[in-house]
């Protein structure tokens, strides 16, 4: 049997159909290959991108990743809103605060960002409004400087009109002024520069009363003039008249030393100690009166709250009532010689619709 007969043997006995069957499976195994090779993201290398002109509340930020061909995209923004599944999102937060984004690609891939939505009234535009620098607390009689801070360089600032809020006028017009306040409480500093009213500045400081001096010269001589005797009647007989002239060794005024007035010092509280009774305030299960031996009875200390405010211990014990707050950080300082809380600084923030943020 010739070569070619085997040949045509071989080729005659095989089935065409299981020829096309193995020739569709191995097609469709290469082209399943082919897409997943195609389709195939690197999870070690996936990025997540926010962008936004101030990142402020109802204002859209873009989102985006640098992986364009994937098969499945799974956004969530971390504000409870419905997830998104386009590749580049834009999406706007109601609320200001801290969101946890958090992309899925391909179901098992995952890329996580922190973004910061501020409130509209956190954005100061130094282009045209100054900041003014000046401390918080201060007390009467203290001479004060006054500063500012503009951030164009490029405007020509040639006026300044500095209010310190005792006048109710215009009291200063020379760029740095130095002011010494003469009333205590709280004063509202206003700015305003190249007399542009539209664009005025306002900052809010506590002055404090001047504590008494006490002058022990005048301390004695009030206790010398309380001792000492008014003469009698002048006597009728020459001779008793003639003795009472007659010079004699001056008695002498007894001192009598002050009194001495026992300092009541107030009892040590610790920061922790104190930041509990506050989210008792809070909780409205305690008092500004709770406080009393501990700032010796003065409800209206100041209070830097998130060092943007200023307001008294009174007004900020009623601020917190019924709120639920967190405390972050807590700065008591004390008189030295009374061991009294005289100022307080506090950084807090207040849950709403279940975000934390600054009040």
Same mark, same amino acid.
């Given at each position: 049997?010739?070569?070619?007969?085997?040949?045509?043997?071989?080729?005659?006995?095989?089935?065409?159909?299981?020829?096309?069957?193995?020739?569709?499976?191995?097609?469709?195994?290469?082209?399943?290959?082919?897409?997943?090779?195609?389709?195939?993201?690197?999870?070690?290398?996936?990025?997540?991108?926010?962008?936004?002109?101030?990142?402020?509340?109802?204002?859209?930020?873009?989102?985006?990743?640098?992986?364009?061909?994937?098969?499945?995209?799974?956004?969530?923004?971390?504000?409870?809103?419905?997830?998104?599944?386009?590749?580049?999102?834009?999406?706007?937060?109601?609320?200001?605060?801290?969101?946890?984004?958090?992309?899925?690609?391909?179901?098992?891939?995952?890329?996580?960002?922190?973004?910061?939505?501020?409130?509209?009234?956190?954005?100061?535009?130094?282009?045209?409004?100054?900041?003014?620098?000046?401390?918080?607390?201060?007390?009467?009689?203290?001479?004060?400087?006054?500063?500012?801070?503009?951030?164009?360089?490029?405007?020509?600032?040639?006026?300044?009109?500095?209010?310190?809020?005792?006048?109710?006028?215009?009291?200063?017009?020379?760029?740095?002024?130095?002011?010494?306040?003469?009333?205590?409480?709280?004063?509202?500093?206003?700015?305003?520069?190249?007399?542009?009213?539209?664009?005025?500045?306002?900052?809010?400081?506590?002055?404090?009363?001047?504590?008494?001096?006490?002058?022990?010269?005048?301390?004695?001589?009030?206790?010398?003039?309380?001792?000492?005797?008014?003469?009698?009647?002048?006597?009728?007989?020459?001779?008793?008249?003639?003795?009472?002239?007659?010079?004699?060794?001056?008695?002498?005024?007894?001192?009598?030393?002050?009194?001495?007035?026992?300092?009541?010092?107030?009892?040590?509280?610790?920061?922790?100690?104190?930041?509990?009774?506050?989210? %008792?305030?809070?909780?409205?299960?305690?008092?500004?009166?709770?406080?009393?031996?501990?700032?010796?009875?003065?409800?209206?200390?100041?209070?830097?709250?998130?060092?943007?405010?200023?307001?008294?211990?009174?007004?900020?014990?009623?601020?917190? %009532?019924?709120?639920?707050?967190?405390?972050?950080?807590?700065?008591?300082?004390?008189? %030295?010689?009374?061991?009294?809380?005289?100022?307080?600084?506090?950084?807090?923030?207040?849950?709403?619709?279940?975000?934390?943020?600054?009040?």
């Amino acid at each position: 049997m010739s070569n070619q007969h085997r040949e045509t043997n071989f080729w005659s006995k095989i089935d065409y159909r299981i020829v096309l069957f193995f020739a569709a499976f191995l097609l469709i195994a290469l082209a399943i290959l082919l897409y997943r090779m195609w389709t195939q993201v690197d999870c070690e290398n996936v990025k997540l991108e926010a962008q936004s002109k101030n990142f402020l509340e109802n204002e859209n930020v873009q989102f985006s990743t640098n992986i364009q061909d994937a098969k499945e995209y799974l956004w969530d923004f971390g504000d409870g809103s419905p997830l998104s599944k386009t590749a580049n999102p834009i999406h706007n937060y109601i609320l200001p605060g801290k969101y946890f984004v958090r992309l899925t690609i391909n179901g098992n891939c995952y890329a996580e960002k922190e973004i910061l939505i501020k409130d509209i009234d956190d954005i100061v535009l130094h282009e045209t409004v100054p900041e003014i620098i000046a401390p918080d607390v201060v007390r009467v009689g203290d001479p004060i400087p006054f500063d500012y801070y503009f951030a164009d360089e490029t405007k020509d600032v040639f006026s300044w009109e500095w209010s310190f809020g005792e006048s109710g006028e215009m009291d200063k017009i020379e760029k740095n002024p130095t002011y010494v306040f003469q009333t205590p409480g709280q004063k509202r500093i206003s700015l305003i520069i190249n007399g542009d009213v539209r664009y005025i500045s306002s900052k809010s400081i506590f002055v404090k009363p001047r504590e008494p001096i006490v002058n022990n010269f005048q301390y004695r001589q009030r206790i010398r003039q309380s001792v000492e005797l008014d003469p009698g009647p002048a006597q009728i007989d020459p001779l008793d008249e003639y003795v009472m002239n007659l010079p004699v060794a001056p008695t002498p005024i007894p001192f009598v030393e002050p009194p001495v007035i026992e300092k009541k010092m107030a009892p040590d509280i610790s920061s922790e100690q104190f930041e509990i009774l506050l989210l %008792k305030v809070a909780e409205q299960s305690k008092t500004k009166e709770d406080f009393s031996e501990y700032i010796c009875n003065q409800y209206e200390i100041p209070v830097i709250k998130n060092d943007d405010e200023l307001l008294t211990f009174a007004d900020f014990c009623l601020k917190i %009532k019924g709120e639920k707050i967190k405390v972050e950080t807590l700065l008591l300082n004390r008189d %030295k010689e009374n061991n009294c809380i005289v100022s307080i600084n506090i950084q807090y923030k207040v849950k709403k619709n279940l975000i934390w943020m600054k009040d």
